[in-house]
Every structure is written in structure tokens, then in C-alpha cells.
Nanobody, 116 residues
């Protein structure tokens, strides 16, 4: 079955960096569009970044442009989110999502807390 396992979350000070990873299995990773979403307490889940399968084109939420970078390693079935210059408002649970064959698949999420 499809599995998405996120890792790399944690506590970081403002201005710091984290790299999230999402290890995928159970589907053809190379043909799937992969995304990172986040959900802060009391807020709706929002798209952070997306990377498409074919040419690897990316798009980002305005709030993270220039600070976050999404990438993928198709040989390792893994998608990454490099987060730099973290802000307090980046605190959220971050979820990995795969879109494959017309279906969405979600990971369990990893907590990112930005605090001084």
C-alpha cells in the first residue's frame, strides 16, 4: 500500500533551518506530483510547495518564496523541503502529499516549531 513517511521536524530558533524528508513507497514515485502542506493550530491546511513529476517544475506559496526549496530524488523515492530563515509563523505540522493516478495520498505529518 501507499506509504509516505515524513521526518526532519523539530524545534528551531527564528532564522534557523530545517530539512524535511518524505520517504515514499507503494506507487511509482517518479510519475507522481509531490507536495508539502502545512497546518497551524486553528488554521486550514495550506499548500507550501509542489514539485511536478516530469520536468520537476516547482511552485511555492508566497509566504515561503525565497526561503524554502522543494526537491526530489527519484532514485531514493524521497521528496525534501529545505527550510531556511524560519519565522515564528512557519510553526505548523508539515504534511507530505503525493498525487498519483488521480488520487491524493497523505503522510502522517511532522511538527515544526519555530520559537526563541
Amino acid at each position: 500500500q501507499v506509504q509516505l513517511v515524513e521526518s526532519g521536524g523539530g524545534l528551531v530558533q527564528p532564522g534557523g533551518s530545517l530539512r524535511l524528508s518524505c520517504a515514499a513507497s507503494g506507487f511509482t514515485f517518479g510519475t507522481a506530483a509531490m507536495s508539502w502542506y502545512r497546518q497551524a493550530p486553528g488554521k486550514e491546511r495550506e499548500l507550501v510547495a509542489r514539485i511536478r513529476s516530469a520536468v520537476g517544475s516547482t511552485n511555492y506559496a508566497d509566504s515561503v518564496k525565497g526561503r524554502f526549496t522543494i526537491s526530489r530524488d527519484n532514485a531514493k523515492n524521497t521528496v525534501y523541503l529545505q527550510m531556511n530563515s524560519l519565522k515564528l509563523e512557519d510553526t505548523a505540522v508539515y504534511y507530505c502529499k503525493a498525487y498519483n493516478m488521480g488520487r491524493d495520498y497523505w503522510g502522517q505529518g511532522t511538527q515544526v516549531t519555530v520559537s526563541s
